[in-house]
């Protein structure tokens, strides 16, 4: 079974504080995904990465950014927590954009930040 | 602009009573359509993904559908045990592109 591993299910940060989520999959998917979920918005994009090294912006990227040194791992870095990054945090993966069936994404079981 | 609309966003059902949730798209050449289900404080889930007109899927009680332009997922005599948020998300034709997630629909069946 695919396994997406993130590191916390619960965070809580003051704001101005640097902020690591880290994610881990164990499926060798060359796509991972950052997201967050807030009620009555849904699942909002914020950055995705199809290689090592390689990012891209989703739809809410500003104040956050990403690290992927190695294919599994994929970080997610708030610079300077604010109160308005309070929210539940998901990461997925996926493998490379061949057939459709290997569009499917895989997601962690979240991590709920609080940033006080 | 891409997007995807679900209704209801909210949906309560008796044990027994089937219903349908919709999930409307505008995404031009759709490549496909991936249906999800989401337990609170949990991620989401993956069930089916649908590939072009007409085409069916079914697990257990579920059962998802897709036409040109809209997708529903049926629930046949649903069991508390249901309730959750489903989820639907569609995959553009651009290769390397993410997918266009709903809103979802949150799901209570009660006994």
């Known amino acids: 079974d695919v396994k997406v591993t993130q590191s916390s299910r619960y965070l809580v940060k003051r704001t101005g504080e640097k902020v690591f989520l880290e994610c881990v999959q164990d499926m060798d998917h060359e796509n991972m995904f950052w997201y967050r979920q807030d009620p009555g918005l849904g699942l909002r994009l914020i950055y995705f990465s199809y290689d090592v090294k390689m990012k891209e912006k989703g739809d809410i990227p500003e104040g956050y950014s990403v690290s992927r040194e190695k294919k599994e791992r994929f970080s997610l870095i708030l610079e300077s927590a604010s109160t308005n990054q309070t929210s539940m945090y998901l990461c997925a993966s996926s493998l490379s954009d061949g057939t459709l069936a290997k569009n499917i994404q895989y997601f962690g079981a979240g991590t709920r930040l609080s940033v006080l | 602009e891409d997007q995807v609309t679900q209704s209801p966003e909210a949906l309560r059902l008796q044990e027994g009573e089937s219903s349908s949730l919709n999930c409307s798209y505008t995404v031009s050449g759709l490549r496909g359509l991936f249906w999800y289900r989401q337990d609170p404080g949990k991620g989401p889930e993956f069930l089916f993904t649908?590939?072009?007109a007409g085409e069916e899927k079914e697990k257990e009680r579920l059962k998802a559908t897709l036409t040109k332009k809209e997708s529903f997922l049926h629930i046949t005599a649903p069991k508390p045990e249901d309730s959750a948020t489903y989820l639907c998300?569609?995959?553009?034709?651009?290769?390397?592109?993410?997918?266009?997630f709903g809103k979802g629909t949150t799901l209570s069946v009660s006994s």
């Open positions: 649908l590939y072009s």
């Open positions: 998300a569609a995959q553009p034709p651009q290769a390397g592109t993410a997918l266009i």
